[in-house]
């Protein structure tokens, strides 16, 4: 069935390491986000792709990196330049045709610092 | 700047009452709002939305009502279910901000 994958679950990331997120979708959806969960905040934007080999910053894009090789994958690198990257990652595509639009979200991983 | 609010972070019901979740925004340009469920360790899902055009949209025991003047939409659910409980999240979008806003969520509670 249809559907956003996000792999792994949980994460652990190491001091001074980079750690990818994996997110697939089948939806055939042309966007794709991620977002960021913090306890008792809203979510917040990390990067955006509206089309295969484009992607766009959003509010808070300082320490991560993506790619968009595929439409339906958009994974998410958490690098060591992001100091705090302790979170609920949240994975969405969108059929738009307005961004962010009716996002369908992924299941999410959930990022801890050893 | 939080342009979307949710300035009530937890909200209790008994079972069988109205459950309302309240939301304030500042943007004017804002045109097209929704509501979102999030159960722990989940995504969200989507669960109601209303265009600026109207002022009232009902989706079974789910109903949005926004007032634009005041800059604020409320979420009804009647009667409240223990399936209910879970956070929710007002969201918004508008022309100039393409961009969907998120406000910080209220956790409900059905109290059976």
């Known amino acids: 069935d249809g559907g956003i994958t996000q792999s792994p679950k949980y994460l652990f990331r190491k001091e001074g390491q980079n750690v990818t997120l994996s997110c697939e979708q089948n939806?055939?959806?042309?966007?794709m986000y991620w977002y960021r969960q913090d306890p008792g905040q809203g979510l917040r934007l990390i990067y955006y792709?509206?089309?295969?080999?484009?992607?766009q910053k959003g509010d808070i894009a300082e320490g991560y990196s993506v790619s968009r090789e595929k439409k339906e994958s958009f994974p998410l690198t958490v690098t060591s330049a992001q100091k705090n990257p302790t979170a609920f990652y949240l994975c969405?595509?969108?059929?738009?045709?307005?961004?962010?639009?009716?996002?369908?979200f992924g299941s999410g991983t959930q990022l801890s610092v050893l | 700047d939080q342009q979307v609010k949710q300035n009530s972070p937890s909200l209790s019901v008994q079972e069988g009452r109205i459950s309302i979740l309240n939301c304030d925004y500042t943007?004017?340009?804002?045109?097209?709002f929704l509501w979102y469920k999030k159960y722990p360790a989940e995504g969200p899902t989507f669960l109601i939305s209303?265009?600026?055009?109207?002022d009232k949209n009902e989706d079974g025991r789910f109903t949005v009502f926004l007032n634009k003047s005041a800059k604020h939409l409320s979420l009804h659910i009647v009667p409240s279910q223990p399936g209910d409980s879970a956070v929710y999240f007002c969201?918004?979008?508008?022309?100039?901000?393409?961009?969907?806003?998120f406000g910080t969520g209220t956790r409900l509670t059905i109290i059976p």
């Open positions: 969405a595509s969108s059929p738009g045709p307005r961004l962010g639009e009716k996002l369908f």
């Open positions: 939806l055939n959806h042309d966007a």
């Open positions: 792709s509206q089309i295969v080999n484009d992607f």
């Open positions: 943007n004017s340009m804002f045109d097209y």
């Open positions: 209303i265009s600026s055009i109207k």
């Open positions: 969201a918004a979008i508008g022309f100039g901000n393409e961009k969907l806003t």
